[in-house]
């Protein structure tokens, strides 16, 4: 369990990013006088506000392992969190998920309509790689190829998009623990592994130097899915700020209907332990990190 001394610090620095997060979309996003206004309106309606912004926050807890300019780490944030938001936006659409509420308020093909919705997810998406290939991001044009390019492998069909494509056959199939895991590493980790990735390539850490930081990103990531599960089933609708249990009325198996509550909680637990053990070779600079690992299994929502 988190210390208290170390629960305000990762409070803090949840709220100091959210707003660093909603500052960087207010000014990436000014409403144009013209026909695009809509578009932007739902752009900044589902970026702006609420969320837990962890990934946006993994950015910068690891970048300043290596002292990585907060400019830097704001727009490498940034950008992974245009790609969470597009997603959310897409898979709360009638063809995927068909929800109502995100983050506490209508989600976006309700608060417009489905064309606005998809255009705002597409050019939220666009707006990720154009932030990576800005030189704000990084002087060195190499540092953000590989941003972009890791962005790319996490965000397509053998990550994120990959994940979400397993999410739909699981509606119609029976899935193995085994087969739930891969799900869950696609859908729900290959962006949190990104974002540890990015501030790591910020830093101008060799790939080879980067093995605990990708161990404690595969293992933070299951681990997270698993307390989302675990949330579906015993979260309160207005803390978590979306709709809860649908996944065990649409058939889908999850970690908790494969485990069980208390071994998936066991599971989470020893997921967590082992993402921490993987920061070994980093000293109190990486406190942040272990701080965020033991919040994955105490957060609300």
């Known amino acids: 369990m988190a210390t208290a ?15 660093e997060i909603d500052r960087q979309f207010d000014l990436l996003l000014p409403v144009p006088e013209d026909a695009r206004a809509p578009l932007y309106e739902a752009m900044r309606h589902a970026a702006i506000g609420g969320g837990k912004r962890l990934r946006p926050l993994l950015v910068f807890a690891t970048g300043q392992l290596f002292a990585v300019d907060r400019t830097c780490l704001a727009r490498a944030a940034t950008a992974i969190e245009c790609i969470h938001v597009y997603s959310l936006i897409h898979d709360d659409l009638p063809a995927m998920d ?16 489905e064309a606005t919705a998809i255009l705002a997810g597409d050019s939220l998406h666009a707006l990720a790689f154009e932030l990576l290939a800005d030189e704000e991001t990084h002087p060195d044009p190499r540092v953000r190829v590989e941003l972009i390019a890791d962005l790319a492998r996490s965000a397509g069909p053998v990550g994120m998009a990959g994940g979400q494509a397993m999410d739909l056959e699981a509606e119609g199939t029976r899935f193995d623990l085994a087969t739930v895991t891969r799900l869950q590493a696609l859908k729900t980790g290959a962006l949190i592994a990104c ?22 990103a595969h ?16 979260g309160d609708e207005a803390a978590v700020g979306k709709a809860l249990r649908k996944d065990g009325d649409a058939g889908k198996e999850t970690f908790v209907s494969l485990l069980g509550r208390e071994r998936a909680r066991e599971q989470a ?9 993987h920061l070994h070779g980093f000293g109190p600079e990486a406190d942040l990190l272990r701080a965020i690992a033991r919040y994955v299994l105490e957060r609300d929502r």
């Open 5 to 19: 001394e170390a629960l305000s610090s990762l409070e803090t620095a949840l709220r100091e990013v959210g707003a």
């Open 98 to 113: 068909d929800d109502d509420l995100r983050r506490g308020k209508p989600t976006v093909h309700k608060a417009f309509d």
């Open 195 to 216: 974002s540890v990735e990015a501030g790591a390539i910020l830093g101008r850490l060799p790939v080879e130097g980067r093995t605990g930081l990708r161990g404690y």
């Open 219 to 234: 293992d933070l990531g299951l681990a997270f899915q698993i307390a989302d599960d675990l949330l579906d089933v015993e």
């Open 269 to 277: 637990r020893m997921l967590i332990d082992q993402a921490v053990a």
